[in-house]
């Protein structure tokens, strides 16, 4: 039943008062202990954490580099050199005396795929760039190193400089090897290669040289042999041998008989003045008649008909001024071919060795302590520019009622 009055309820039903619990409030960290952490977490990542990859790095991986070091001069002997205790001669920027063309010739050699190919047949170099096991960066065959040929040649580049100093002419071979051994065998090597290239381009320039010159002594002595035969066919088709000393021993058989024939003629007028019925007179008549007639047929025998020698003496004096002219070509030719080779051998250049290859007796690479600390001072650096700013300072004013 419902109680009889209203307020009866109130004594029924008794308030439930509510409390909630508020939580305590948070008390936030000073502004410069935030900044602070925040700085050792940046100095941590970009400082500590850096030099410590890396030195952790050359100090457990890094293979020990060896260099091997040689030094070498291209010379011609023929190039005007500097003399003795003379003053250093600089022309167009390059020494006096030396080839500076074939020093960058063998520069360019040993910085090739010829030369590397070269050191894979006579030094072992992939045995040598495999002996850096361990290292990622320089290990070969490796996973940032590569392993195809192409891939070597960039390796062998990294390992190989050449330098070519052109105030002395000395050529700066450096090889760097894991092996003190495999370093100075392979500047062993490219030295041998840089010889090697020198001797092919001493030839080749020689026989460029003497190309033009053996062509000429070939043409000329051609040229000699067919004059040659073209006066042995004249000599075997006419049967006389010089037709000019014939015809000199005809003119001297002409003066003779004019001569003789002189003498009868005055012997026979001396005889018919002094005795005109002297029986002298018909034998000396005859004999002059007869002088005469030999002297028209040896004159005939010179010139004047078909078979006289003065034509054959032409045709022969042509083919033998033809010859006489291609033997002093040919001799010529042979006499400047001589001189080509001469000028070619006093061309020709050679490697002169400076420094022979050394074998070190130290490892110069790598730099572990300059590594370390560089990046250590790089990363400071970096840190120090990039750090956060420091929070503003609060003051606080006077108070007024």
Known sequence: MPPEAPDAWADVIQPITLSYAMPAPVRARPPGQQRFRRLCLRFLLIVLLPTLVTGGYFGLFAAKRY????????????????ASGA??????????????DDSYAVRDFMLSRDAMDLLVQKADLRGAVARAQGDPFWEFPGP???????????????????????STGVTVLRVQAFR????????????????????????????DALQVAEAEVARSRAEAMQAQDALTAFREREAMVDPTQLSKTVLDTIGNLEQELVENAAQLEVTRQASPNSPQIPPLLGRVKALRDQIDHERGTLAGSDGS??????????????????????????????????????QQGYIENVVEPGLADKALYPHRVAWTGGVFLLGFIVFWMFRPPAPPVRRSGPHHA
Request: zero cysteines; proline letters at 4%; hydrophobic letters at 35%.
């Open 309 to 346: 020698l003065a034509p054959k003496v032409g045709e022969y004096e042509r083919l033998y001024l033809l010859r006489e002219f291609a033997q002093r070509i040919f001799i010529s030719s042979l006499n400047l071919r001589e001189a080509a080779r001469l000028d070619a051998e006093r």
């Open 180 to 207: 003190p051994q495999d370093a100075q065998r392979i500047a062993d090597v490219l030295m041998g290669g840089g010889e090697r290239l020198m001797n092919r381009l001493n030839e080749r320039a020689r026989n």
């Open 87 to 100: 003053s250093l001669s600089i022309d167009d920027g390059g020494p006096k005396g030396f080839g500076e």
């Open 144 to 166: 940032l190193t590569g392993r195809h040929d192409e891939d070597l040649y960039r390796y062998y580049e990294s390992l190989v400089s050449v330098e070519y100093e052109s």
């Open 67 to 82: 260099v091997s070091e040689a030094r070498f001069l291209v010379r011609k002997p023929n190039a005007p050199g500097r």
